[in-house]
């Protein structure tokens, strides 16, 4: 038989967490999880706190059976205006934030005109 030591733990752990509080918790981590992370070009900057990044991918042709470079625009928010034209970016899955922006920006990868230094 459990002592009144053992019931008492048990009722504590019970009030930490909450069975709704960890399948939220759960909800949050997975949600987090799930969201995609592409990198791209930056092709444009001309708008407000908004870039347009061409993100390329290779896939391999239905009849031919050699690679082909296809490519897709996506609206990205920008909201410090950092990212220049020509910069490689990272880019995270979001809520719609207006009509065509469901992508906010991540990082920049690399600047334009930067040179990798390589030791030899």
């Known amino acids: 038989m459990p002592t009144e030591k053992n019931k008492k733990e048990k009722v504590t752990a019970k009030e930490v967490v909450t069975p709704a509080a960890a399948e939220t918790l759960a909800a949050k981590v997975d949600s987090l999880q799930k969201r995609k992370v592409l990198v791209g070009t930056v092709v ?4 407000q706190k908004t870039i347009v990044v ?7 042709h239905a009849l031919y059976k050699k690679y082909v470079v296809r490519s897709t625009r996506f609206k ?5 205006n950092e990212a220049k034209e020509g910069d490689l970016v990272t880019v995270l899955e979001s809520r719609p ?13 690399r600047r334009t005109g930067q040179v990798l230094e390589v030791s030899v």
């Not at 444009?44 to 708008?47: A, G, I, L, R």
């Not at 061409?54 to 391999?60: A, G």
């Not at 990205?76 to 410090?80: L, P």
């Not at 009509?99 to 990868?109: F, T």
Request: charged share 50%; glycine share 0%.
């Open 44 to 47: 444009s900057d001309k708008m």
């Open 54 to 60: 061409k993100v390329e991918r290779r896939v391999r």
């Open 76 to 80: 990205v928010h920008d909201e410090k």
């Open 97 to 109: 934030l207006s009509r065509d922006k469901r992508w906010v920006l991540q990082s920049i990868v």
